[in-house]
């Protein structure tokens, strides 16, 4: 364009020198640039290019000016397309507000001002729920608006329906865990699940108890330095890295010892960072954008972590392939009747005998190796700091062992079914810490809820399960630790939505099983080996992350049970 612009310019002053008889004497600059042009042809009694630079000069005082205008209107024009698109995304995200009254929002920063993470976030969350009945609205800056639900009705009506995930968090774990079986939607999802369901069948997953067994008692091995300190230490760092270990061990046959090696297991600190940095992503509305991100230094950490955790995940599958290549192993795999979940995505073929991308098994593995360490962490380090405060289900739960146990250390798949009482203590410890606290879709099409209310077409909602869990309507003093309301007699006269921790319908969490187990025979190990003490002066100060956590750790003291 700048081109043009200069040689229309140059022509046209060269046909008035011309006409005025005169020869313009060029610079090589401009001689450069007209050689460039061809259109003019070179006259050798006018030198080089046949201009000089006071015409060069001319050129520049005379185009610029008019380039600028021309940039500020493109500018201009680029300012009032964006303003609209971003007037009509911010029209659109806040219909809900209309039939959903809400906490009080700063136009600009919404909600996220009044959260403090501190500890108090839930509290506040809970507050709300308590002052608008089923849901209300709330904003992450001036163009995200999610409706925040809690009521298991409204829970039902979403739940139910196929709904995809929305387009603000699940985005920003994308890079992270890729297109894999958490974040897809469609036919993409719908595919891999049918494919990937296989590789929590029973038959697979009982293999994998032993290895649970296994790893929970290296870990308990090493608590055994504070069994006799009388001081309290914090465990969800260690809970972390024997799940990752565990799922590790079961689901790609991969001997870590990330428990054992000591320091902080590198991947383990990257989910951390990733988990954080996606949370302070949703909280600085600019960074919603891709390309500021991209260019901030959080943008830059979050690569960092994010390759931290790929080249763990390529390691382990690296290694398998190699094994699959020098042992003929996939025949072997075929034939084999127990397979781990590695096989499973390297062997898996649908209908047409489509296997799944290199890139498709490396987002699953992402995603299975996040989902399946990071939530039992948080799951049964709640567990365990809930079962230290009431000592006298501790007490119960333990009795309830012993007998299953006797004077075996592990436990077995069949052992399982034996401790109703400590299912019990599990699942209300789910109910009041829910590993994942919530989960949000956005609706393709009008919801109309129970009580009349609806909901737009493109609406954002997030579900609650915190809030959904603590619901005082439906739990009585759903603050009180009480296994009882898990009684089949109990739980039969409540609605299925109204415990979801796994979530429910078409999208609920493919590993629950394998995590039910997990938690089982870690809860039951642990619980015949020490005695847990709470600690009073270190309460958990819980915060709102892809997965529950303590601002401040979980901290508890133990001492051996054969004192
Ligand atoms: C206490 C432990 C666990 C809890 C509380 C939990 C909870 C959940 C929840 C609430 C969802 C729904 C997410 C959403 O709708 O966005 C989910 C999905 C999922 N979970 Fe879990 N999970 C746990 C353990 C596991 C484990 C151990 C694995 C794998 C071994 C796993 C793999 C997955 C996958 C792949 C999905 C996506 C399923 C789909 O959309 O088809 N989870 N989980």
Known sequence: MRLWLWRERVLS?????????????????????L??????????????????????????????????????????????????????????????TEHFPGPPRHWLCGNILQFKHDGTDFDLILKWAGQYPCAFPMAFGPFVCFLHIYHPEYVKLLLSS??????????????????????????????????????????????????????????????????????????????????LDSIMKCAFSYNSDCQTEGGK??????????????????????YHNDLIFHLSPT????????????????????KRKEALKEEKELERVRSKRILDFLDILLSARDENQNGLSDEEIRAEVDTFMFEGHDTTASGIAFILYCLACHPEH???????????????????????NKIPYTTMCIKECL??????????????????????????????VSISIFGLHRD????????????????????????PHTFVPFSAGSRNCIGQNFAMNEMKVVVALTLKRYHLIEDPTQKPKLIPRLVLRSLNGIHIKIKPVAE
Request: charged fraction near 25%; glycine fraction near 4%; include cysteine.
């Open 13 to 33: 002053r060269r046909r008035v020198v011309s006409a005025a008889g005169c020869r313009p004497n060029p610079s090589p600059f401009a001689a450069g640039l």
């Open 35 to 96: 050689l460039h042009s061809r259109a003019v042809p070179l006259h050798r009694d006018t030198g080089p290019a046949g201009m000089d630079l006071s015409d060069l000069f001319a050129v520049f005082d005379s185009g610029w000016p008019r380039l600028h205008h021309l940039l500020a209107l493109l500018c201009l024009c680029v300012v009032v397309y964006k303003s609209r698109v971003f007037w009509l995304q911010r029209r659109t995200e806040f219909r809900i």
């Open 162 to 243: 196929t709904e995809p995930k929305d387009d603000v968090i699940y985005r920003f774990i994308e890079p992270w865990i890729g297109n894999g079986l958490l974040v897809s939607n469609g036919q993409k999802w719908f595919r891999n699940r049918r494919l990937l369901t296989p590789g929590f069948h029973y038959d697979i997953l009982k293999s994998y108890v032993t290895l649970m067994s296994d790893t929970a008692t290296t870990m308990l091995d090493k608590w055994g330095r504070y069994a006799n300190a009388n001081e309290s230490f914090e465990l969800f760092d260690h809970v972390s890295l024997m799940t």
């Open 265 to 286: 297991n590198d991947y383990i600190k990257a989910v951390y960072d990733l988990a954080n940095l996606i949370n302070l992503r949703m909280r600085i509305f600019p």
């Open 299 to 318: 943008g830059f950490r979050f690569r960092k972590a994010c390759r931290i955790a790929h080249r763990h995940t390529a390691e382990v599958i690296r």
């Open 394 to 416: 501790q007490r119960l739960c333990r009795e309830e062992v012993t007998d299953v146990l006797c004077d075996k250390d592990t436990m077995e798949w069949e052992d399982l």
């Open 431 to 460: 109910r009041l810490y829910p590993p994942v606290p919530g989960i949000a879709r956005k609706i393709t099409k009008r919801l109309k809820f129970f009580d009349g209310r609806t909901l737009p077409a493109g609406s954002k």
């Open 472 to 495: 005082p309507a439906v739990w009585e003093n759903p603050h009180v630790f009480d296994p009882l309301r898990f009684l089949p007699e109990n739980i039969s006269k409540r609605s």
